[in-house]
């Protein structure tokens, strides 16, 4: 599949804002089964300059500062990506096998899946996490099939409910309340994930915003989304989304990744001025003809 995905984000200001500093992660990134074609920036007012890197998690990142005064600003991302469906995948060993191999793990691979099994800014290591998982994850079940059930059950048991929360909200007041938005159903399979020794990552990016004919429109389209990616040993780390409740495919576009929503913030940055505040986003994930 292509699609062509467009982020918008407006931000009107009080008061004039005499110069502002912003680090954002707008340009999806490149993984196996995600390849950009396309990709632009543009920013009002306009910047003196831009710098792209990486971030230590491999996502681009643009940061850029606006020295003309101003009472607003408008960011608009566009890309076009071309994703393939993931690959057949077994259910994988048997999750506390797998924990334990990644405990004796020194390759490259195994390294670099460990640092996601730890404690994070907004997803700390808790008893009541594990408390929650532990029926999905009996002593010799294979991994993916304990990792579908857990995001089956926090589907069912947790409302969607914008508003309940926001970015502050800690994950145990979540886990508490059952109810939230898709960055905080995320943060706890992370939380489950990560407190029964299991390495997981948090993700970023965008649905495909229009079902096809006859299906059913998923939560999260028309905005950023968020779900999760847990590591499999040999089969890799494979995407499940605990929103909607399925494995992720190819209608799922993969803007970031990292420990959690703290790493993979779309924008983020200091300014000068302004006082309060409204930001308004429109985001549209489009299919493309395959000649297009």
């Known amino acids: 599949m292509r699609y062509r995905v467009t982020h918008e984000t407006a931000y009107a200001y ?33 910047p003196g300059e831009t710098h792209r890197e990486c971030d230590y998690f491999g996502n681009p990142t643009h940061s850029f500062t606006v020295e003309d005064p101003h009472h607003r600003m408008v960011l608009v991302a566009a890309s076009e990506i071309e994703l393939s469906p993931p690959p057949e995948r077994g259910d994988g060993p048997a999750w506390d096998d797998l924990r334990s191999a990644l ?56 409302a969607y409910r914008p508003g309940a929360t926001s970015v502050e909200t800690p994950v145990g007041d979540v886990l508490e309340a059952r109810e939230g938005v898709c960055q905080d159903f995320a943060h706890v399979e992370i939380a489950c994930l990560r407190a029964l020794g299991l390495p997981a990552r948090y993700v970023s990016g965008y649905l495909h915003t229009r079902p096809a004919a006859g299906g059913a429109r998923l939560v999260g389209a028309d905005a950023s989304h968020a779900w ?3 590591y499999c040993g040999a089969a890799g780390w494979v995407d499940v989304d605990p ?16 420990r ?25 994930v489009a299919p493309l003809l395959a000649n297009n």
Do not use: M
């Not at 959690?260 to 549209?284: N, Q």
């Open 260 to 284: 959690d929503y703290a790493d993979v913030s779309p924008i983020k940055g200091v300014l000068l001025g302004g006082r309060e505040h409204t930001v308004e986003v429109a985001v549209e």
């Open 103 to 158: 405990a004796a793990d020194r390759s490259r691979d195994g390294l670099a899946a460990r640092e996601l099994g730890f404690a994070s800014p907004l997803v700390p290591i808790a008893d009541a996490f594990a408390a929650y998982a532990a029926s999905c994850f009996p002593q010799g079940r294979a991994i993916l099939p304990a990792v579908v059930e857990l995001t089956h059950r926090i589907h069912a048991d947790f």
């Open 14 to 46: 009080d008061e004039l804002v005499s110069i502002c500093h912003n680090e954002i992660r707008l340009e999806p990134r490149e993984t196996a089964r995600q390849r950009r074609l396309a990709s632009s920036l543009s920013i009002e007012p306009e």
């Open 228 to 230: 999760v990616s847990v």
């Open 243 to 258: 929103t909607n409740d399925l494995l992720v495919s190819d209608g799922h576009v993969t803007l970031a990744w990292g």
